[in-house]
């Protein structure tokens, strides 16, 4: 069931499988991922951090303030010989209305590739144990 935030902000579970990868080193892969719905922007998979692998990643020193005035925090990566800033983004506090996303971080898609794979979809069925 989502969560409604405020008349254009929802969060709710995404039912199946997310990949994060760049430059094919796979950054994070989770089955309890989250979706961030809010008006005038693109849904955004929010990934648990115990499913992101920060081996690859790094602290940025970039912040940024919501239209709420919650601080996110940024992550650069390297992998393969590759690297990015500010790939991934988390808020270390958020509000009581958006603790859902407290200890999970989202990542930007035109940085790196994130793949989802519904629950129903077959080819998701292939990977279950």
Excluded: C
Excluded at 49 to 69: K, N, P
Excluded at 71 to 90: F, L, P, S
Excluded at 102 to 109: K, Q, S, V
Aim: aromatic share 10%; proline share 8%; charged share 25%.
């Amino acid at each position: 069931m989502p969560q409604h935030l405020a008349e254009h902000i929802e969060i709710e579970p995404y039912r199946g499988v997310v990949n994060v990868m760049f430059a094919d080193a796979m950054i994070a892969s989770t089955r309890d991922a989250l979706i961030l719905r809010e008006e005038g922007r693109a849904p955004a998979f929010y990934i648990p951090f115990s499913d992101i692998y920060f081996d690859f990643l790094t602290r940025s020193t970039t912040t940024t303030e919501s239209a709420t005035g919650d601080t996110a925090t940024y992550w650069n990566v390297t992998a393969k010989g590759e690297a990015a800033k500010d790939i991934m983004w988390a808020y270390e506090a958020p509000p009581e209305n958006m603790r859902a996303l407290l200890a999970h971080g989202a990542f930007d898609p035109e940085k790196v590739s994130i793949e989802a794979a519904p629950a129903d979809d077959p080819k998701e069925e292939e990977h279950r144990p």
